[in-house]
């Protein structure tokens, strides 16, 4: 079982930066592929980046170059570091865990309550 609680968002200017962190729970944390996703109003959840246990990687096209997924297993965290926001990364960012990895929240077996990132233009 893990739980997942994401903190760090809040409002930032286009062009700025903001940094979010999952911390989980858990004894097998570092097993877990961890994933964040993003939801919009009026538009279905998306897949934003993943990264293994190993730290293997892999980002949504839209934020490839300006977002990086980072973990530190001793400390069962994750964090998503997000550099020149623009307004359309405006999302509840949610953190996510499943052990297959994958850009398909339905593959994700756990999720933290998400996260308001809101970039204004």
């Known amino acids: 079982q893990v739980q997942l609680v994401e903190s760090g968002g809040g409002l930032v200017q286009a062009g700025g930066s903001l940094r979010l962190s999952c911390a989980a729970t858990?004894?097998?944390?570092?097993?877990?592929?961890m994933g964040w996703f993003r939801q919009a109003p009026g538009n279905e959840r998306e897949f934003v980046a993943r990264?293994?246990?190993?730290?293997?990687?892999y980002y949504a096209d839209s934020v490839k170059g300006r977002f990086t997924i980072s973990r530190d297993n001793a400390k069962k965290m994750v964090y998503l570091q997000m550099d020149s926001l623009k307004h359309e990364d405006t999302a509840v960012y949610y953190c996510?865990?499943?052990?297959?990895?994958?850009?398909?929240?339905?593959?994700?077996?756990?999720w933290g309550q998400g996260t308001q990132v809101t970039v204004s233009s």
């Open positions: 990264i293994s246990g190993v730290g293997g990687r």
């Open positions: 996510a865990a499943n052990l297959g990895g994958g850009a398909y929240s339905g593959n994700y077996d756990y």
């Open positions: 858990g004894r097998t944390f570092s097993g877990y592929f």
